[in-house]
């Protein structure tokens, strides 16, 4: 009997997006995701308490959650990413904006906690917990997703001299974010048009640097309206009985902290509690089996 658990290829439809959009200041990076449906729009920089804004976010059907009501503490924003993924709303789009500033204000609050103490990235590592955390709920709702970053410069050697230069501009965030998302844009104005940049794709709609006008009607004719605007779906979380029982059978069995590190990220959870209920159902299976083994 062979070991081997490779599974032959399915067709899998596209979800809702997960992306990420950077460039400077009045690009229009902000009037381009609040052009999604029904967005929860999560305002890191009270950036959109203007009339015009508040009145696009109404246009969309939306609300709005600014620095007053917890914008800027990741604890917050991930509690309110966890009710958006196990509640029933009529809500479609989450926009994170900017992902920098909600990014940046953890790693300064963090460094003046430090004071003296804060050497070789100290004051980066809780931020980085928070968008290991953010990144798994991201991909447990059943909404759109939007981060919206500021630009920063990308540095890399010139050819010619050798020498370290500016090569380009990146998204000014945590750098591996970039790699879990489907699409990164980099959104530029050309004259009077605004224009956006696929500068890192996992969709076939969105051919690495390709570029086009920024707005929904032209992204959602690539990505497919229908995903977009598809009604959303809550996830159901492991009930206090399953995680009860997980404990338990982890006592029993005593698995080693690096297993259960593997099983939690398999089930892009960062405690039992965020399991779903069918991948709790697995764990209680398996560790029931190391036991009767």
């Not at 404990?247 to 593997?262: A, D, G, N, T, Y």
Request: aromatic fraction near 10%.
């Amino acid at each position: 009997m062979s070991n081997l658990k490779g599974k032959s290829p399915t067709l899998v439809e596209p979800g809702k997006t997960k992306a990420m959009i950077f460039g400077a200041s009045g690009v229009g990076k902000t009037f381009f995701t609040l052009t999604f449906p029904k967005p929860f729009y999560i305002d890191c920089e009270s950036g959109a308490d203007l009339r015009h804004y508040q009145e696009r976010l109404k246009t969309a059907g939306g609300v709005y959650l600014g620095p007053e009501d917890g914008a800027l503490d990741f604890a917050t924003v991930i509690e309110q990413m966890q009710a958006l993924a196990t509640e029933k709303h009529g809500y479609k789009t989450l926009i994170i904006d900017s992902i920098t500033k909600l990014y940046q204000t953890a790693i300064a609050n963090e460094a003046e906690r430090l004071g003296d103490k804060d050497a070789f990235g100290a004051s980066k590592k809780p931020a980085i917990a928070w968008m290991r955390r953010l990144v798994n709920w991201t991909m447990k709702l059943d909404m759109n997703v939007w981060f919206v970053a500021h630009d920063a410069a990308e540095w890399g050697l010139d050819p010619k001299t050798g020498q370290r230069t500016e090569v380009g501009r990146e998204p000014d965030v945590w750098p591996k974010i970039v790699f879990e998302l489907d699409l990164t844009l980099y959104a530029i104005k050309r004259g009077p048009a605004r224009i956006a940049i696929v500068r890192k794709s996992r969709l076939l709609g969105f051919p690495d640097a390709e570029q086009f006008d920024l707005n929904y009607d032209a992204f959602a004719e690539r990505y497919g309206k229908n995903h977009i605007e598809a009604p959303t779906s809550p996830i159901v979380l492991a009930t206090a009985a399953q995680v009860a029982e997980i404990k338990r059978l982890v006592e029993v069995v005593k698995v080693s902290e690096e297993e259960i590190q593997k099983v939690l990220t398999k089930g892009g959870a960062e405690t039992w509690e965020e399991l779903k209920t069918d991948h709790a159902d697995k764990v209680i299976k398996w560790l029931s089996k190391k036991v009767s083994g």
